[in-house]
């Protein structure tokens, strides 16, 4: 596997883009360190109203969760390192958010959420699944992650979603029951 994702990442980096083009998506990858959900809750709360809002809330709060425990048991259990780490010639040109890169937390844990969103807000849950997606391939590009931290991201965020979505049923029919 290790040596599938150092092909694909000398492959990606060969197929460069313009100096201009780098700027923004550096920019553009940033928006996967959380600054994307502001934008996500304003046009929620504008064009669907505070009702779905709020119950989109209450759905994505257990996903979440369920997506940080995994990110973080895994994460700490395996400790891969970064290919700027293993890869003399290559520069993190983000930077990373935590020191190991397995799982891709910028794919796993947006897409989890992205996911949930798509489940009540079609219109919109297309576009936050496809950021996280283009999120993680960017930081290949950038140096940050390998393609298997992103594919087992994705993964990962479909679990956390399952599970998520799951817990939030079981915990509503239960508050449902006995409330």
């Not at 929620?44 to 779905?52: A, I, K, R, T, V």
């Not at 990110?71 to 003399?88: D, G, M, T």
């Not at 930081?139 to 956390?160: E, K, N, P, Q």
Request: glycine share 6%.
């Amino acid at each position: 596997m290790h040596d599938l994702d150092v092909r694909f990442f000398y492959f990606w980096r060969r197929h460069s883009f313009s100096a201009k083009t780098d700027k923004f998506l550096r920019f553009y990858t940033r928006l996967g360190d959380g600054y994307v959900w502001v934008l996500v809750v304003a046009f929620l709360y504008f064009f669907y109203g505070e009702e779905l809002l709020l119950v989109l809330v209450k759905q994505v709060i257990p996903v979440l969760l369920v997506s940080l425990a995994f990110y973080w048991v895994i994460k700490l259990s395996v400790r891969r390192k970064r290919p700027f780490q293993l890869l003399e010639s290559v520069n993190a040109e983000v930077p990373p958010l935590d020191k190991y890169s397995f799982p891709s937390g910028h794919t796993m844990n947006n897409l989890a959420v992205g996911f949930m969103v798509f489940a009540n807000a079609p219109a919109i849950g297309w576009i936050v699944i496809f950021m996280p997606l283009t999120w993680g391939l960017l930081r290949v590009y950038f140096g940050v992650h390998w393609l298997s931290d992103v594919i087992c991201g994705i993964f990962l965020a479909f679990l956390s979603f399952w599970l998520g979505k799951n817990v939030y049923l079981w915990m509503n029919s239960g508050m449902q029951i006995y409330g």
